[in-house]
């Protein structure tokens, strides 16, 4: 099994643990979030535009430095990005904010 297999076997941000399927979808697009508090899990991004990829996302946890704040991820610009379903890109750990 190659490594984006693997990372295929994760969880995707917004299911629960205890989920029956919490792991991604075929002909989904998802970015890897990279350190922090949600380091390993998947983001499902399919269907963003461009801009929004680049934006990169606020998104809530109680693991956050805040309980209930917000972890940053964002994109590494110039870093390759694949097209069609799978993992597309990853979001690098930049903070939290409550």
């Known amino acids: 099994m190659d490594g984006d297999e693997q990372l295929l076997r994760g969880r995707v941000y917004g299911h629960d643990h205890d989920d029956p399927d919490p792991g991604p979808k075929a002909g989904r697009t998802y970015a890897e979030l ?7 899990l998947l983001l499902d991004i399919h269907g963003w535009r461009t801009e929004e990829v680049d934006d990169g996302v606020a998104l809530t946890t109680e693991l956050s430095r805040w309980p209930g704040g917000r972890a ?23 903070g939290d904010t409550p």
Do not use: N, Q, T
């Open 34 to 40: 990279v350190g922090g508090p949600l380091d390993g």
């Open 72 to 94: 940053l991820y964002d994109p590494r610009p110039g870093e390759p990005r694949a097209a069609g379903p799978g993992i597309a890109c990853r979001f690098y750990y930049s």
